[in-house]
C-alpha cells in the first residue's frame, strides 16, 4: 500500500525542487531536432507524412480562362497507440540508515538540509533522465534508419517488436556508396556525398547537415579520395594521411556541399541488474537532413495527472510524470517515472540515407 514519502514537505514540494535544478537534467540529443507536440489525452497516435515533392509553377492564361486544377501530394500515415515509458527506483532500509547516520553526524541544520534535498534529488533526476534517455534512442534510431526497433539489446525487460517499426522513408531516399568506406583506397565519400545532393536537387529536395556516427567518420578521415581531395584545396599538406573535421567542413562549404555533424551519443541499457551501453545511431548510414526541425514528439497525459493518487507526490519534469511514495511491508520508498512519448519523423520525406559501411 501507498504511503506518504518519508521526505514529508519535501516531497510535498518536489515541483519546486525539479524546477530549481533544471541544469542538473542531463541534456538529450532528440531536442537538438524534435519538439513536443501539444499534449493529448488519448493514447492513440496518427503522423501524417506529405509526399514532398518540387512544386510547379502556375500557368500563364488568358483573362477569360478558368485557372488550372493542380494535383496535391499523396499522404503516407503511421499509426498506433502512444507507448509507456518508465521506471522505477528503491530505497532499501539500509540505504535509509545510512542517509540518517549520515545526517547524525552533520554539526547544523543548513548542512542537514543540503544532505536531505541531494538525497531527495538523486533518484528523481536519474529518474527524469532515464525516460528522455529512451526517446533519446528511438529518435537516433530513427534518423539514421528509417526505423524504430525494440529488441531484447535495446529493451530487455519490457516490449519487444519481431520487426522494427518502418516509418515510411521513400526508397528513392536510400543510396549506396560506390564503394564501402572502410576500403580506404578505393572509397569516394566526397563523390558519394555530391551524388546524393544532386540526386535530392534534382527532386526539389536540400540538405543543411550529414549526420554521421564516429566510427563512420574515423573511415571518412582516412579515405585517399578525402585525403587527396583536401590537399589540392590546399587544407592538408602533401604526405598527410587523415583529414580533420574543420578542414572538411571548410572544403564542402567552399563547394557548396553540406557540413557535417559527428553523432556520437552512448545510452545506457540495463539487463540483469547491470548496466551496459548502446550507440543508437547507425553506423552503416550516413544520414542526410533538411533545415529545421525533423519531427515533433507525440504525447499523452499519464492516468495518475489525470487521477492522482491522494498519498503520492508528483512532479512533472519536460512531460514526464515523477511521482514518490514510501510502502512499509516491506519498507521502502519508491521513485518512480512515466511518460506516454513516441517520435513522429515528419521529415522522413526530405531525409536520405546513404549506406557506407557493411
Not at 92 to 100: A, G, I, K, P, V
Not at 141 to 167: F, H, Q, R, Y
Not at 252 to 281: C, H, W, Y
Request: proline share 4%; with cysteine; charged share 20%.
Amino acid at each position: 500500500m501507498r504511503i506518504q514519502s518519508i521526505f514529508g514537505i519535501y516531497a510535498n514540494s518536489m515541483q519546486a525542487v525539479v524546477d530549481n535544478s533544471l541544469d542538473r537534467f542531463a541534456e538529450t540529443w532528440y531536442a537538438k531536432y524534435f519538439s513536443f507536440a501539444p499534449t493529448q489525452q488519448s493514447l492513440n497516435f496518427t503522423s501524417v507524412v506529405g509526399a514532398s515533392r518540387i512544386e510547379a509553377a502556375a500557368s500563364i492564361v488568358s483573362r477569360s480562362s478558368e485557372a488550372p486544377l493542380r494535383s496535391r501530394a499523396n499522404l503516407a500515415k503511421y499509426q498506433g497507440d502512444i507507448p509507456a515509458i518508465k521506471e522505477k527506483f528503491a530505497m532499501r532500509e539500509e540505504d535509509y540508515r545510512d542517509f540518517l547516520a549520515l545526517q547524525a553526524l552533520s554539526m547544523d541544520d543548513n548542512t542537514k538540509k543540503k544532505q536531505l534535498l541531494d538525497f531527495l534529488f538523486a533518484d528523481i533526476q536519474k529518474a527524469g533522465n532515464s525516460v528522455h534517455k529512451r526517446l533519446d534512442i528511438m529518435v537516433l534510431e530513427a534518423v539514421s534508419t528509417g526505423k524504430i526497433s525494440l529488441t531484447i539489446d535495446n529493451n530487455p525487460d519490457g516490449l519487444v517488436l519481431k520487426s522494427p517499426m518502418d516509418l515510411l522513408m521513400p526508397a528513392t531516399n536510400k543510396k549506396n556508396a560506390i564503394a564501402l568506406w572502410s576500403d580506404t583506397t578505393n572509397s569516394k565519400p566526397i563523390t558519394d556525398i555530391t551524388n546524393v545532393v544532386n540526386d535530392a536537387r534534382a527532386s526539389g529536395r536540400g540538405f543543411e547537415k550529414i549526420l554521421m556516427s564516429m566510427t563512420t567518420w574515423l573511415w571518412f578521415a582516412k579515405s585517399k579520395e578525402v585525403i587527396d581531395s583536401l590537399i589540392s584545396f590546399n587544407q592538408l599538406q602533401r604526405g598527410a594521411s587523415v583529414a580533420t573535421l574543420l578542414k572538411v567542413n571548410e572544403y564542402l562549404q567552399a563547394n557548396m556541399l553540406p557540413m557535417l555533424e559527428i553523432v556520437d551519443e552512448t545510452v545506457g541499457i540495463e539487463k540483469d541488474g547491470v548496466i551496459g551501453s548502446i550507440r543508437p545511431f547507425a553506423d552503416k548510414n550516413v544520414s542526410f537532413i533538411p533545415k529545421g526541425n525533423l519531427g515533433v514528439i507525440k504525447n499523452a497525459l499519464c492516468l495518475e495527472q489525470m487521477q492522482p493518487v491522494k498519498t503520492v507526490d508528483y512532479a512533472t519534469f519536460n512531460k514526464a510524470l515523477i511521482s514518490k511514495w514510501q510502502e512499509n511491508d516491506p519498507w521502502a520508498e519508491f521513485t518512480a517515472v512515466e511518460l506516454n512519448a513516441f517520435p513522429a519523423l515528419e521529415s522522413i520525406d526530405n531525409i536520405f540515407l546513404l549506406t557506407v559501411l557493411a
